[in-house]
């Protein structure tokens, strides 16, 4: 019995290692397509405000930031030099990344109260996102109300899932003070294991 036991001691923290590996590994991947356009800098802190997740029990997390090469014109006249921010948050294992959830739900991105699967058609103070959740990892990314029109979002969409999503990635997108929009396999609102 004891070497069951340390066997599992010692494998445990090898395959959390091995969970956080593989986004790293998505996020390197990532920040690779994006390099011929944009300057990527690896940052400690000045995140977006995602409600509290950054309190939640992950056992790795990055943020990047994304300034576009060239300057383009905005929405107000401006010439300016967009910039994007990318994060990443890995857990554990898949239940872990649902207690997670399930905390981060109760304050979400904009302080708002959400429940999993319910679109909602206004919320201030968020800033057009994407986010993928996939097995036991949430990659976000956050663009700018003023520079970002629906093909350019698409296109992030579609970068983003075709990365870190799989046919099982839950996808939610944000619009510029809403909507929050649950557009791939939304779980059901009804379900009870998310209210627990």
């Known amino acids: 019995m004891k070497p069951l036991i340390f066997s599992f001691l010692v494998l445990a923290p090898l395959f959390s290692f091995g969970q956080a590996e593989e986004l790293k590994q998505r996020t390197a991947l990532f920040l690779e ?13 000045n995140e977006p405000d995602y409600g509290v997740l950054p309190e939640t029990q992950f056992i790795h997390h990055s943020y990047f930031q994304l300034k576009q090469l060239e300057r383009e014109v905005n929405e107000l006249g401006n010439s300016v030099k967009p910039k994007y921010n990318l994060s990443t948050y890995a857990y554990e294992d898949e239940e872990e990344l649902k207690y997670a959830l399930k905390f981060w739900f109760k304050e979400f991105i904009g302080g708002k109260r959400i ?16 986010i993928i959740i996939e097995k036991n990892y949430i990659a976000i990314i956050t663009l700018s109300c003023y520079s970002t029109d629906i093909e350019e979002f698409r296109d992030w969409r579609s970068s983003m899932l075709g990365v870190f999503g799989s046919p099982n990635a839950m996808v939610v997108e944000l619009g510029c003070n809403g909507p929050i929009e649950w557009t791939k396999n939304a779980p059901d609102p009804k379900d009870p294991s998310w209210r627990r």
């Open 115 to 130: 429940t999993p699967g319910r679109d909602y058609r206004t919320v201030d103070h968020i800033a057009p996102g994407i």
């Open 33 to 45: 397509e994006q390099s011929e356009s944009f300057k990527i800098k690896e940052l400690n802190g």
